[in-house]
């Protein structure tokens, strides 16, 4: 197996899925999920990613870029996937995306998508190899 293929394992096994009930203690006044609550959810399911890829010590040094497309009504399921879409040596870039599922529907549509990137660290906090 060359460094490549272990490379691609690992991120088809780090692949994480979260599903999130959106309640009303999560919503704002329009009824829609907090958008601070949405970028929690999503840090954690980048951290996770992270982690599982490459069981070390992680943080998040970055938010890239989000994009709110569609707000999340109280009522849904928040469906939060992250994958790794980037190896560096010290770093990881994650995408997260949160889909809004109805309950009683098929109906699924992309409601945000950021990138996050993540650095490994030592036993003395310092940045070290993600692999």
């Known amino acids: 197996m ?3 293929d272990k490379i691609q394992e690992l991120i088809r096994v780090s692949e994480t899925r ?5 309640f ?3 919503t704002n006044h329009y009824n829609t999920l907090f958008g601070g609550t949405a970028l929690n959810w999503m840090d954690e399911i980048a951290f996770i990613t992270a982690t599982r890829f490459c069981r070390k010590k992680i943080v998040t040094v970055s938010l890239d870029k989000t994009d709110f497309q569609k707000p999340i009504p109280a009522g849904t399921f928040a469906d939060i996937h ?3 879409i980037f190896v560096g040596n010290k770093s ?3 995408q997260v995306q949160i889909f809004i599922e109805q309950m009683y529907t098929n109906q699924r549509d992309l409601a945000v998508s950021g990138v996050f990137s993540m650095v490994a660290l030592n036993e003395n906090g310092k940045p070290t190899s993600v692999l």
């Open 82 to 84: 992250g994958k790794v």
């Open 24 to 26: 009303p203690d999560t």
């Open 18 to 22: 979260m599903i999130k009930c959106v």
């Open 92 to 94: 990881l870039k994650i």
């Open 2 to 4: 060359t460094d490549n």
